[in-house]
């Protein structure tokens, strides 16, 4: 069955450096792909997705690809602060179903 | 304000008391879902429906019931809460299954 791979958390790192956190998928058809971010104590919220193969999501400094070749979707940002400190979740939903299916989550801590 | 609105945030119940976990949203959403968050094991998706009186069991429905007789809500029915259902829930919509899930902010149950 579909299924989404996340790297290994948690991630630390110093404020200002480069954040990426590898996502790779397992789908039958052509699958959108997400990330989400929880902060402490709160619900999901959608970072970005993107519907198609080269597809570049983006949103408040993140971005991924969805690269089909690879099948993968990373997610990159130039500067971190220590106000992305969350777990971020990567996710697809494939066919007509609606089902979010997704990763085991990434914890980030950013230090000041 | 658009959203997913889940009550109560907190609740602690006993064995085999029935209980309903509502849901609401008012972004006249097709898709809606909810889904369990336990530590070790992420988010694991207990039933959606993809319209009015169309719904489906997820990953883990066993214990769990829903209803969905208007498109607004979803409810969330244990007709005996065990302790191994001691969990943070989410309910989620969507306009699409590619669109992306707007979240809830969490019911947290402890089942004693």
């Known amino acids: 069955g579909d299924s989404v791979t996340q790297m290994e958390g948690p991630v630390t790192l110093s404020e200002e450096a480069f954040l990426t956190i590898n996502c790779t998928y397992t789908?039958?058809?052509?699958?959108?792909l997400f990330w989400y971010v929880q902060y402490p104590g709160e619900g999901l919220q959608l970072l970005l997705k993107?519907?198609?193969?080269?597809d570049k999501g983006s949103n408040k400094g993140f971005e991924a690809t969805y690269r089909k070749e690879t099948t993968s979707f990373h997610l990159e940002k130039g500067s971190v602060q220590v106000s992305d400190s969350a777990v971020y979740f990567c996710?697809?939903?494939?066919?007509?179903?609606?089902?979010?299916?997704f990763g085991q989550g990434t914890t980030l801590q950013v230090k000041p | 304000e658009a959203q997913v609105t889940q009550n109560p945030r907190y609740l602690i119940t006993v064995t085999g008391k029935k209980l309903t976990v509502t849901c609401s949203q008012n972004m006249n959403h097709e898709y809606m879902s909810w889904y369990r968050q336990d530590p070790g094991l992420g988010l694991r998706q207990i039933y959606y429906s993809m319209n009015v009186e169309v719904t489906d069991k997820g990953d883990v429905p066993e214990g769990y019931k829903v209803s969905r007789k208007e498109k607004r809500n979803f409810p969330l029915i244990l007709e005996s809460p065990s302790p191994n259902q001691t969990s943070l829930y989410f309910c989620?919509?969507?306009?699409?299954?590619?669109?992306?899930?707007?979240f809830g902010s969490g019911t947290r149950l402890t089942v004693v």
């Open positions: 993107a519907t198609k193969a080269d």
């Open positions: 789908a039958t058809g052509y699958p959108s």
């Open positions: 996710a697809l939903t494939s066919g007509n179903t609606g089902k979010l299916i």
């Open positions: 989620a919509s969507s306009l699409s299954s590619n669109y992306g899930y707007t």
